[in-house]
């Protein structure tokens, strides 16, 4: 028979719920409080992307299966997000720095392969970016160099990508170099200036 399991200690089940979105809603209810968020929950091994199947209908709760939910505190999401967004950054901005020689040396072919990779990593950007406002430790204090918040930040970096596509469909390599390097290099270096300010404020609110 199987049981349900939170952060790896067994919980009890007081009413059989049918759904297995009602079983983490009640075991969310009354074993976490509001810092707390789930992210993750398995039934045996395999990992549940989903709580309804394709037709709307509600996956049931098999009480014969083992339910392993893990969760995690918020404050601790977003350190894990701010040390992803650091990491990346050191590794993007040469990226696009070496990829703005490329272009200004004429070497646009070489430059163009590359250039795809930059469109993706602002993506990740930016999605990083919604993950640190989902966890609402942060509001729209500034937090850059400059005086900006998160929504100003996200909205300069939005900006440059439909640039540099725009760019890119007109295939004006002087106009890319360009929005790289004295748009996108700037924002990304003014993201690692910020990254001290979010930690101060994590600190600040779970030290």
Do not use: C
């Not at 990992?47 to 083992?66: N, R, V």
């Not at 990508?161 to 890119?168: D, F, K, N, P």
């Amino acid at each position: 028979m199987g049981n349900v399991i939170l952060n790896g200690a067994d919980v009890e089940v007081e009413e059989q719920p049918q759904s297995l979105l009602e079983l983490v809603a009640a075991i969310e209810q009354k074993h976490l409080t509001k810092e707390w968020v789930i992210v993750e929950v398995k039934v045996d091994e395999d990992k549940i992307e989903s709580f309804t199947y394709t037709d709307g209908s509600l996956l049931a709760y098999d009480p014969e299966k083992t339910v392993n939910i893990t969760a995690k505190k918020s404050s601790n999401i977003l350190v894990e997000i701010l040390v992803r967004f650091e990491s990346y950054l050191g590794r993007m901005i040469p990226g696009v720095e070496q990829i703005v020689e490329l272009f200004r040396s004429g070497e646009t072919e070489e430059g163009n392969r590359n250039y795809h990779d930059v469109i993706e990593g602002m993506r990740v950007l930016i999605e990083l970016i919604q993950n640190i406002r989902q966890t609402g430790m942060v509001g729209e204090e500034p937090v850059s160099p400059d005086g900006k918040g998160l929504g100003d930040l996200a909205n300069d970096l939005k900006e440059t990508l439909v640039e540099l596509v725009s760019a890119q469909g007109e295939e004006d390599s002087e106009r890319i170099a360009d929005a790289l390097e004295f748009e996108l290099v700037t924002q990304l270096k003014n993201w690692q200036g910020s990254l001290p300010e979010l930690r101060r404020i994590v600190e600040a609110q779970h030290g």
